[in-house]
């Protein structure tokens, strides 16, 4: 996390990122090394709406798996990512009255640190895959269309939730980073929306809407 509290995101935006940007980083220590894997991990929240775990499922064949086989939890983080973005001194029109302005990054990302657990019971493992189903489907479809972990036949599902495994990691830190020129003021910050909207690229433009909402407050 960034060290300058004023990038603080509060935690709707973070909680909001996760839903978002599901697919996380994934860091854990198995007892020996740090092992990393990329997977989409969903929001579990308590009675209070509050983040309490994050749980999700990957493969047995994959290394990650392997080097958790002790089957106790481990101290793991998980980053997720939403847009990011170089800012160039070049966007600041104070560049050319005092040139006391240096390249930075803006981005908004969260972390998750708590205790991983590796999940080998079934009806635990088949209830991640359906609420990840049902939320990842949201929005894909109708109602009557999205797809279903049922709408499967149960021996094909069978097979292959052998071969998975669940993940759930309880939740000890949550928290975000929302740096979007914050520290910046009039000219130089709306000079940097400007920049970043005219890009092509989808993570400048994203970077730029999240500064306009943030000025809209």
């Not at 996380?24 to 579990?44: D, E, H, K, N, Y």
């Not at 009675?47 to 392997?66: I, K, P, Q, S, T």
């Not at 479809?141 to 599902?157: C, I, K, L, N």
Request: aromatic share 6%; hydrophobic share 45%; glycine share 8%.
């Amino acid at each position: 996390m960034h060290p300058n509290r004023a990038f603080a995101a509060d935690t709707k935006t973070a909680l909001a990122l996760v839903r978002a940007r599901p697919f996380a980083a994934l860091t854990a220590w198995s007892g020996t090394r740090l092992v990393t894997v990329q997977t989409p991990l969903i929001p579990v929240l308590d009675e209070d709406g509050a983040l309490v775990a994050l749980e999700g499922h990957l493969a047995r064949a994959n290394r990650f798996h392997a080097a958790l086989e002790e089957r106790k939890p481990v101290p793991a983080v998980a980053v997720f990512c939403g847009p990011d973005a170089y800012v160039s001194p070049s966007h600041y029109p104070s560049k050319g009255e005092t040139g006391r302005v240096v390249p930075t990054w803006n981005y908004l990302t969260a972390e998750a640190e708590g205790e991983l657990e590796v999940l080998d019971d079934p009806g635990l493992v088949r209830s991640i895959l359906d609420r990840q189903a049902g939320d990842y489907e949201t929005g894909l479809a109708g109602a009557e269309e999205a797809w279903r972990v049922s709408d499967a036949p149960e021996d094909y599902v069978s097979p292959m939730m052998r071969a998975i495994a669940g993940l759930r990691l309880r939740i000890t830190r949550f928290e975000a980073t929302a740096k979007l020129g914050q520290n910046k003021a009039g000219a130089d910050f709306h000079g940097v929306i400007d920049a970043l909207s005219a890009r092509e690229d989808p993570g400048a433009r994203g970077v730029a809407a999240l500064m306009r909402e943030l000025e809209r407050g």
